[in-house]
């Protein structure tokens, strides 16, 4: 086994324990989480808050190698900690955390940040950016692509060739028809039917989905 790379995870809510059980022991050498709400942490996993973001860059000057991942659900809020955590620490590695039950085609690219959480399948073609979130038993079918943060829930499912604009998320157990564009800052609902385009900031739900209203960047959908 070679050397283990040492592994921050940023955010110890309950995503932080998903994302802690994603982390392939022998690959990492998980160090603990930084979250900045000291209530907000896992419970009963017994591993270490090691403080706030702000101790990331006195954290990789101890351990350079070390390399970092954001466990928070929610789109927006995911890119603001990464755009924070750049500024603090302009050098920090982010690392692509896979559960090792996931099955991965071997032609596919996934950008630094993505979490794979357990059970997902991505099919061949298909390109994941950075900080996307993979949610559990997600299937991504062959040639998507996903755009910088955004997020599947639970049992989505997509056909080939769609493409997700950066932090739209899909809804937990929807289905996307092949050949589907789904645009920036999008939310489908929960267990929709895309048929049919989607251009930017809708929300969109129902069976066949349709766009209900426009959101505006950042706006709650969890
Ligand atoms: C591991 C994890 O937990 S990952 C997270 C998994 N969770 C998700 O993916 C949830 C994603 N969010 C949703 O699906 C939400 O329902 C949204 C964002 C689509 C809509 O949220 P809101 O705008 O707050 O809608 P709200 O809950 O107020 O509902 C408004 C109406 O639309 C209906 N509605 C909301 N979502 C849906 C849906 N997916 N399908 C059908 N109808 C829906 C509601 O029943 C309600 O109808 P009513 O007025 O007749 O009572």
Request: aromatic share 4%.
């Amino acid at each position: 086994m070679g050397e283990r790379q040492p592994l921050l995870i940023l955010g110890a809510g309950a995503h932080g324990g998903v994302v802690r059980d994603c982390v392939d022991d022998r690959h990492f050498q998980f160090m603990g989480y930084l979250d900045d709400r000291p209530s907000d942490r896992p419970s009963g996993k017994g591993e270490p808050v090691l403080g706030g973001l702000d101790d990331l860059p006195v954290l990789l000057r101890d351990y350079p190698h070390a390399a970092a991942v954001i466990a928070i659900g929610d789109n927006m809020s995911r890119r603001r900690v990464a755009e924070r955590a750049q500024s603090l620490a302009p050098g920090v590695t982010w690392a692509r955390i896979v559960h090792p039950t996931a099955i991965l085609s071997v032609h596919i690219e996934i950008g630094p940040g993505t979490v794979i959480v357990a059970g997902s399948i991505v099919n061949c073609g298909s390109s994941l950016g950075r900080h996307v979130l993979i949610n559990t038993g997600t299937i991504i079918d062959h040639d998507n692509s996903m755009d910088d943060f955004a997020s599947t829930g639970p049992g989505v499912s997509t056909g080939g060739d769609v493409q997700i604009g950066s932090l739209s998320h899909i809804g937990i157990g929807a289905s996307v028809r092949h050949g589907i564009r789904i645009g920036r800052n999008c939310v489908i609902g929960g267990k929709a039917y895309v048929d049919r385009d989607v251009g930017d900031n809708w929300v969109s739900f129902g069976i066949p989905a349709r766009p209900q209203y426009q959101r505006v960047l950042g706006q709650s959908y969890l």
